[in-house]
């Protein structure tokens, strides 16, 4: 998809500098940069469509794997704080320097 659009491309990059006939230039020049759009659009889909699928393949690659709920834990024994504990949320919240940094004062 790549190369047809670095084709396309240069095909036009060609086009314009031949110049043949100014008038009907003009004419295509509307209908290039509808399917230019187009072509743009159709390969923002496809890439989303594609992540999609590559997303959803990682995620019901197996179900019963709970490693990482393993790792998780093994990283609270050594001391790595939640920071989904609520008083933790309520201190990032009071934190004056956190909120300059974001640009909240």
Do not use: C, W
């Amino acid at each position: 998809m790549f190369k047809k659009l670095a084709q396309q491309l240069k095909m036009q990059n060609q086009k314009n500098t031949k110049a043949s006939i100014p008038f009907a230039q003009e004419f295509l020049t509307p209908k290039n940069v509808f399917l230019k759009k187009i072509s743009k659009q159709a390969l923002e889909l496809y890439e989303k469509q594609t992540d999609i699928k590559n997303f959803s393949k990682l995620v019901l690659s197996n179900p019963e794997n709970t490693t990482h709920n393993d790792m998780v834990n093994k990283l609270f024994d050594e001391g790595v704080v939640d920071p989904f504990v609520d008083e933790k949320l309520e201190n990032l919240a009071d934190n004056q320097k956190f909120l300059r940094d974001l640009g909240l004062l």
